[in-house]
Structure formats: C-alpha cells, structure tokens
C-alpha cells in the first residue's frame, strides 16, 4: 500500500523507474514510456531529415549499394549514422557500469538524462539550415537511439528492446504460431505465453502511437517537437540523480 502511493508522486514514480532495484512492472513500464518516445523520436526523424534514425539494418544496407554505385556521400552518411549509434550504445554502457561502480544506485538515471539532454540538442538541429547542420541532427539522433536502446537492453537483461520493432513483431508471430498450435494440437503440449504476447503487443503498439504523435508534432512543430519528448526523459530520471552518490565504492566484480 506504501509502495502504491508513492507511485502517485512524481518524483517517487520516477525514482522506482530508474531505480537499480528493477521489478517486471517497472521494467514494463519503463520500456513502454521509452518505445513511445522512440517512435516519436523516429517519426520525427524521417519529417525533419526525411530518415529513419533506428534502422541501422536499413543504413547498412546502404553502404555497399551506393558504393557499388559509386555514391560515396550517401554511403558516407550510412556509415555516420551507425557510427553514432554504436557510440551512443558504447557510451551508454561506459556510463551505466561507471556509475555503477562509482554508487552502485541509479545508475540508469543518468543515461535516461544524458538521452534527454541530447533531445534538447537535437531540438537545435531547426537552427542549421545547411547540409552540416542536418548531419548534425541526424548524429544526435542516431546517438540518442543508440544509447536508448543499450540503455532498456541492460535495464532489462535483454528482454526488450524499445527502438525497433523487428524482434518484437518476430516475438509476437512465434507467439501466435504457439497459439495456433495449442488450438490445432490441444495435446501437442505447446502453449503460447499470453504475458509475453500482452507486452509485446503493448510496446509494438506504444511505438506506434509515438510514432503517429511524433508525425503530427514534427510535422507542424519541427525540431522543436523534440522538446517535450526529452522533458519527459529528463522528467523520469532527473529527480533519482540526487540519490547518486559520487564517490568509489572500491574494485568490485559483475556487470550490468
């Protein structure tokens, strides 16, 4: 009854969100709030840039077609791209296992911060009307998408991952195959898990949503649609980043 209310206060809400004390529920929530900004994020991408930000499958499959026909820049951007992604998955893990080591609590805080913070930089992007401009605003997002996705793949020990939705979708047709099965075969021993079907459904769905309201926000705000999306990163991890403690706890074994 204690932990319920203080499920009502903002900045306790935020501090079980982000908290290293990680429950299903918390998890579930998190990743959905984090697939719904990932969609928006991603919508607004391809409005503001005319790309799709978290396909890195889709910007590698670029590179040896425009290098086979000899269009270096667009392979050149290709690579950009996944090259701001693999930093933005590098430096989230660099982070969450230093502050991890430095406090040992919400550690997660800070990376959620961190995404929030380069929303707002992205946010500039409106400000550069030039092609370097854009490559910068491509970069941060690409960067953000990265450290998003390293970020919920550590909170949840792999479980799931919030800025594509191919391994969900997959997910969700070895599911309804089960189902199918158990139908067919009631004896085949074969049964769908309806709990992992049900979170699944909800973050492919929280995607989308994002994704339709990033649409309509890039569409009629520009880069500055990126403002509400990061206040509400800074506003899930920024009241837990008091509770970290800056200092050394000593050498100590594990990973997160």
């Not at 919508?43 to 930000?53: K, P």
């Not at 991890?100 to 911060?113: D, E, M, P, T, V």
């Not at 973050?203 to 569409?219: C, E, P, W």
């Not at 500055?224 to 050394?248: D, E, M, N, T």
Request: proline letters at 4%; aromatic letters at 10%; hydrophobic letters at 50%.
């Amino acid at each position: 009854m204690v932990r319920r209310k203080r499920l009502f206060q903002p900045a306790n809400s935020a501090r079980i969100l982000v908290g290293h004390r990680r429950s299903p529920a918390s998890d579930y929530l998190l990743a959905t709030i984090l697939a719904f900004v990932a969609g928006a994020a991603n919508a607004g991408g391809f409005f503001a840039l005319g790309q799709y930000t978290s396909h890195m499958t889709g910007y590698l499959s670029q590179i040896p077609d425009h290098l086979v026909g000899g269009d270096l820049a667009i392979a050149g951007i290709a690579a950009l791209a996944i090259g701001a992604f693999v930093a933005g998955a590098g430096f989230s893990s660099l982070l969450i296992n230093w502050l991890r080591w430095r406090s040992g609590r919400r550690h997660y805080a800070a990376a959620i911060a961190v995404q929030g913070v380069f929303l707002l930089c992205f946010a500039s992007g409106g400000l550069f009307t030039g092609p370097l401009g854009r490559l910068w605003a491509l970069a941060c997002l690409c960067f953000i998408m990265g450290m998003q996705n390293a970020t919920i793949t550590k909170i949840s020990h792999a479980r799931v991952r919030t800025t594509h939705a191919t391994g969900m979708i997959t997910d969700i047709g070895i599911e309804l195959g089960r189902a199918l099965c158990h139908r067919l075969w009631p004896g085949s021993g074969v049964r769908p898990d309806a709990v992992k079907l049900r979170i699944l459904w909800t973050l492919v769905g929280a995607f989308l949503t994002g994704g339709i309201v990033g649409a309509l926000g890039y569409a009629t705000m520009g880069f500055l649609f990126s403002l509400p999306l990061a206040f509400i990163l800074l506003g899930i991890s920024v009241p837990a980043l008091p509770a970290i403690k800056w200092r050394a706890r000593g050498p100590r074994g594990g990973q997160s």
